[in-house]
């Protein structure tokens, strides 16, 4: 098993460029999650999906923020524009039928810096 | 709303010391109950859990139980290592599919 695959590892941009960030959860898994992780705020949810709907953005700190899923294989978040405040790492995680009682599986991470 | 407390860290010890780290929640229904570990420069991984009540989840030498009367879920090894240095999250999970971490708590553990 692969495990939660995520790309770019590690990414710099500039400030006002957009970024993109993907994620390939574990095959089978009914669930993806996406979190930010910084100093200040800890680990944030920002968003899941539940068989590539989305259920719950209410993380999703503002519209500069967007998340697809267009297949059980695939997720995308974007930020458009970028800004400073942005730098964190942002893991994807996965779980064959949500968080209760089921491990949730989470990928490496992308390190991301907004400069 | 569910939420997570944990102790405050660094929590720093000697190799072979007696490791407890407090978590309490607050959540409605009965959530299942979670410790993650991170290791620097890598994602979390599970590192044990407990589903219900009374029920102790442990893995590599630590253990947790769950106890609503108190509504806590400590994390507890008898004697820690170097190599279990890193950072552990308490986390919660509802019946929404949605998994809600604590703060983090580091621990470094010196030869």
């Known amino acids: 098993d692969a495990g939660v695959i995520q790309s770019p590892r590690h990414e710099v941009t500039e400030m006002g460029q957009e970024v993109t960030l993907r994620c390939k959860p574990i095959s089978g898994h009914d669930y993806l999650f996406w979190y930010r992780q910084t100093m200040m705020r800890g680990l944030e949810l920002l968003i899941y999906?539940?068989?590539?709907?989305?259920?719950?953005d209410s993380g999703m700190p503002e519209d500069r923020f967007s998340a697809k899923m267009p297949n059980a294989s695939f997720s995308t978040l974007k930020i458009q524009p970028s800004e400073p405040r942005d730098s964190a790492v942002y893991f994807c995680?996965?779980?064959?039928?949500?968080?209760?009682?089921?491990?949730?599986?989470f990928g490496e991470g992308s390190w991301l810096t907004v400069v | 709303g569910n939420s997570v407390t944990q102790m405050e860290g660094p929590v720093t010890l000697s190799e072979e010391a007696f490791l407890t780290i407090n978590c309490t929640y607050t959540a409605t229904g009965y959530p299942s109950l979670f410790w993650y570990v991170q290791y620097p420069g890598e994602g979390l991984q599970l590192l044990l859990k407990?589903?219900?009540?009374?029920d102790k989840g442990s893995n590599k030498g630590f253990e947790a139980t769950y106890r609503k009367e108190t509504t806590s879920f400590h994390l507890e090894k008898g004697s820690v290592q170097v190599s279990d240095s890193a950072v552990y999250f308490c986390a919660l999970a509802g019946n929404t599919g949605k998994l809600i971490f604590g703060q983090g708590t580091t621990l470094q553990v010196k030869p």
């Open positions: 407990a589903t219900k009540a009374d």
């Open positions: 995680a996965s779980s064959p039928h949500g968080g209760d009682g089921n491990t949730i599986y």
């Open positions: 999906f539940n068989n590539n709907v989305p259920i719950d």
